[in-house]
């Protein structure tokens, strides 16, 4: 059987988006705005701290729906810090 990455990791997204609403922080966490109206896989961090987001984003270790949850935080702030440290965990994938 041949597995596909992106579906993997779809599928971890999934699962660990619905743990996370069923979870004792699911709809308690006071979530910041989302000024996309985007339906994201996962929520943004209630993280403000931009360097600890962007931790978070590079950290290899993390799971997929930590960093997820940290990139959608950083675009949600919408500054230049921010932008900076997506592009370092944009050039950390590759």
């Not at 596909?4 to 990791?9: G, P, S």
């Not at 984003?57 to 993390?62: N, P, V």
């Not at 997929?64 to 950390?92: C, D, H, K, P, V």
Request: glycine share 4%; hydrophobic share 40%.
């Amino acid at each position: 059987m041949h597995v596909h990455v992106q579906v993997a990791e779809t599928c971890q997204l999934a699962v660990e988006r619905i743990q996370w609403l069923h979870g004792p922080q699911g709809n308690k966490e006071n979530l910041p705005c989302n000024p996309y109206k985007s339906v994201d896989p996962a929520p943004p961090s209630s993280e403000k701290d931009t360097e600890a987001l962007k931790h978070t984003l590079t950290d290899a270790e993390a799971s997929l729906f930590a960093r997820y949850r940290a990139m959608f935080a950083l675009r949600n702030q919408g500054t230049a810090e921010a932008a900076l440290a997506l592009a370092e965990g944009y050039i950390s994938l590759i």
